[in-house]
T-cell receptor, first 113, second 113 residues
Framework: EAGVTQFPSHSVIEKGQTVTLRCDPI?????LYWYRRVMGKEIKFLLH????????ESGMPNNRFLAERTGGTYSTLKVQPAELEDSGVYFC???????????FGDGTRLSIL | QKEVEQNSGPLSVPEGAIASLNCTYS??????FFWYRQYSGKSPELIMS????GDKEDGRFTAQLNKASQYVSLLIRDSQPSDSATYLC?????????????FGKGTKLSVIP
C-alpha cells in the first residue's frame, strides 16, 4: 500500500511568488490534514478535509493560503503571494476515519527568499 | 489553548540502555495519545498509541499514561543506534468534528554505540 505522497519535496521561491503544494493521501482515506512546522517550533495544524469538504480550517494563518480537495482525492495547498514567514516544512496526513491515527507524508520544505 | 509539552533534549543514552521520554498535556478531556518517531527529513512515523491509563507494550517500546497527572511517557528498552531520532508526542483535539493533532516540540534522542 502506497503511503502519503507529497510533491515537491523542496521548493525555493522568491517573496511575492506563488507556490502550490500537492498531497496524495493513502487510497481510501477520507480524512486529509495539512500541518506546518516552522523552524524551531512544533508541528501545527492548518486544516482538515473530509472527502472534498473542509471540516476545520481554523489553523490557516491568513487568506494567502488556499487549500482544495476537488473530487475528494488529492489535495493542493496554494500560497499566494508567498511571504518570508511562510518558510517551513508542510506536512500532509491522512486517516480512514477522524478518530483513527494519522499517517504522514515526508513533507514539502518551502523556502521563501 | 491546547498544549503539549516535551523536553526538547537532546537526550543521550548508551546503546542497550533504557531511554525515557516524557510528555504532559493541558486538555484534561483528551482520550487518545500518540508517539511519532521522525528521522531527519522524513515523515513522522506512528510508533505507539495509548488510550487507557496504565502501560502498553509493543516490542521494545512501552507507553505509559496517567490521565490524572496529564502525563504520558515512552520507554525504549535496549536502545539501538537506529533509535536515534526525534520523538513527537501528539494529542488529538476533537472539537468541531476535527481530530487535529496538537504536537509537542519533540525530544531528540541520540543512542551512543
Amino acid at each position: 500500500e502506497a503511503g502519503v505522497t507529497q510533491f515537491p519535496s523542496h521548493s525555493v521561491i522568491e517573496k511575492g511568488q506563488t507556490v502550490t503544494l500537492r498531497c496524495d493521501p493513502i487510497s481510501g482515506h477520507d480524512n486529509l490534514y495539512w500541518y506546518r512546522r516552522v523552524m524551531g517550533k512544533e508541528i501545527k495544524f492548518l486544516l482538515h478535509f473530509v472527502k472534498e469538504s473542509k471540516q476545520d480550517e481554523s489553523g490557516m494563518p491568513n487568506n494567502r493560503f488556499l487549500a482544495e480537495r476537488t473530487g475528494g482525492t488529492y489535495s493542493t495547498l496554494k500560497v499566494q503571494p508567498a511571504e518570508l514567514e511562510d518558510s517551513g516544512v508542510y506536512f500532509c496526513a491522512s486517516s480512514p476515519a477522524g478518530n483513527q491515527p494519522q499517517h504522514f507524508g515526508d513533507g514539502t520544505r518551502l523556502s521563501i527568499l | 489553548q491546547k498544549e503539549v509539552e516535551q523536553n526538547s533534549g537532546p537526550l543521550s543514552v548508551p546503546e542497550g540502555a533504557i531511554a525515557s521520554l516524557n510528555c504532559t498535556y493541558s486538555d484534561r478531556g483528551s482520550q487518545s495519545f500518540f508517539w511519532y518517531r521522525q528521522y531527519s527529513g522524513k515523515s513522522p512515523e506512528l510508533i505507539m498509541s495509548i488510550y487507557s491509563n496504565g502501560d502498553k507494550e509493543d516490542g521494545r517500546f512501552t507507553a505509559q499514561l496517567n490521565k490524572a497527572s496529564q502525563y504520558v511517557s515512552l520507554l525504549i528498552r535496549d536502545s539501538q543506534p537506529s533509535d536515534s531520532a526525534t520523538y513527537l508526542c501528539a494529542v488529538p483535539y476533537s472539537g468541531a468534528g476535527s481530530y487535529q493533532l496538537t504536537f509537542g516540540k519533540g525530544t531528540k534522542l541520540s543512542v551512543i554505540p
